[in-house]
C-alpha cells in the first residue's frame, strides 16, 4: 500500500498533465485552423475530468503510458483539411516534447539548488517530492511524444503521415485506421518495437534534455514502474 501511494504521488499529477495538455494542444490548433468542435464541447480546459479515461489513466501506473480520450475534430471544417490536420496530429507530440523540455530545466535547476556543493543538504530533502514529479515528466511526456508518432492511425504520426503522403498512398494508408489499434498492440506486444527502437529513441531524448540528471530520471522511473 505504500508502494502504491509513492506512485501515486509521484506520478499523478506529471501525468495527468502530459495527456491533458496533450489532448488539449489538438482541440486548440483545430479550433485556430476552423474546427470549434472541442471548444463547444468544453474540451478546451487543463481540467483532466474533462478528458480522463479511466483505463488509459490506469495504464499509467501499471505500464508506465496511458491515454485520454481523444479530442473530436471534424475534417471537414478545417479550412484546408490535409495540411491543417497534420498540424493537428503534430500538436500532441510537440506539446510532450515542450513539457520535457521545461521539465527537464527545472529538474536541473532544482538539483542545483538543493544540493549547491556536491553534498545533500536539507533543502535538498525538501525538494525530493517534486524532484521526483519533474523527472517522471520528462520520462512520460518523452514517451507519449515519441509513442505518438509511430506512423500508424490513429496515432498522432499515422495522421500526419497521410497529410504528407500524395493522395493515393494517403487514402489507402486512411484506411487502415480501424485495424490501427489491433496494429499497435501487436506492435507492442508481439515485436521488439520498443527494445530496439522506441527505448533507444528514449533514453537518447532523455540523455539530451536531463544531462547530468538523466541517471536520476531513470532512476526514478524504474522505481516507479516496480
Known amino acids: 500500500m505504500e508502494n502504491f501511494l509513492l506512485k501515486l504521488s509521484v506520478m499523478l499529477v506529471p501525468g495527468l498533465l502530459a495527456i491533458t495538455c496533450h489532448e488539449v494542444s489538438h482541440g486548440f490548433i483545430a479550433w485556430r485552423f476552423g474546427d470549434p468542435t472541442a471548444r463547444m ?9 474533462k478528458h480522463l479515461d479511466i483505463i488509459g489513466t490506469l495504464m499509467i501506473f501499471f505500464i508506465g503510458i496511458g491515454w485520454a480520450k481523444p479530442v473530436p475534430v471534424v475534417y471537414e471544417n478545417l479550412r484546408n483539411p490535409r495540411r491543417d490536420m497534420i498540424w493537428v496530429a503534430a500538436a500532441g507530440p510537440i506539446t510532450n516534447f515542450t513539457l520535457a523540455t521545461v521539465s527537464a530545466l527545472l529538474l536541473r535547476a532544482l538539483v542545483a ?3 549547491p556543493a556536491g553534498s545533500a543538504s536539507p533543502l535538498a530533502l525538501f525538494l525530493e517530492p517534486l524532484v521526483m514529479m519533474l523527472a517522471f515528466s520528462v520520462y512520460i511526456n518523452l514517451l507519449l511524444a515519441i509513442f505518438n508518432l509511430i506512423p500508424v492511425p490513429p496515432l498522432d504520426g499515422g495522421r500526419v503521415m497521410v497529410g504528407l503522403l500524395p493522395y493515393r498512398q494517403a487514402a489507402a494508408w486512411a484506411r487502415i485506421e480501424p485495424y490501427g489499434m489491433i496494429i499497435i498492440i501487436v506492435l507492442v506486444f508481439f515485436t521488439n518495437i520498443f527494445s530496439y527502437v522506441i527505448s533507444p529513441v528514449l533514453n537518447f531524448g532523455i540523455h539530451l534534455l536531463a544531462g547530468p540528471q538523466s541517471g536520476l530520471v531513470l532512476g526514478v522511473t524504474r522505481l516507479m514502474m516496480r
Open 113 to 115: 539548488i538543493g544540493n
Open 41 to 49: 464541447m468544453g474540451r478546451l480546459t487543463l481540467n483532466p475530468l
